[in-house]
């Protein structure tokens, strides 16, 4: 019996299974890796100077917040980049709009990962 909680996406899935070790040391390990690649691919400045523009404004809805592209990219790639990330929580993606959801400006939202092609997303 399989029990999927967010995502069963075929590579994602395929990697937790070339891993060795416990959940907690492959979750890990995986974080490292895309805090490694955030932190060369320049994203997170971006991402920080959006944040410190926009403050306090970010976790305060209604207030009127744009998309902000560096923010929701970062946040994308930070839950995509850990293969145990996603089979626990799911695929997101940046989205054309943003949304206030639990009292904070959401630049992505989850993808419907069942709804496409073979299960299998980009």
């Known amino acids: ?21 416990s959940t907690i040391e492959i979750y890990r390990e995986f974080e ?8 060369m691919q320049a994203l997170r400045e971006a991402a920080a100077r959006e944040e410190a523009l926009w403050g306090v404004r970010l976790e305060q809805p209604p207030g009127q917040v744009p998309l902000l592209p560096a923010l929701g990219e970062l946040d994308e790639r930070y839950q995509t980049g850990n293969h145990a990330r996603v089979a626990t929580s799911g695929v997101e993606r940046l989205m054309l709009a943003r949304f206030s959801s639990s009292g904070k400006w959401r630049m992505c939202d989850r993808v419907q990962w069942w709804a496409s092609s073979g299960g299998t997303c980009r």
């Open 32 to 39: 490292a890796h895309t805090q490694e690649r955030l932190v």
């Open 1 to 21: 019996m399989r029990v999927v909680h967010a995502a069963w996406v075929p590579g994602e899935i395929e990697a937790l299974r070339r891993k060795s070790g």
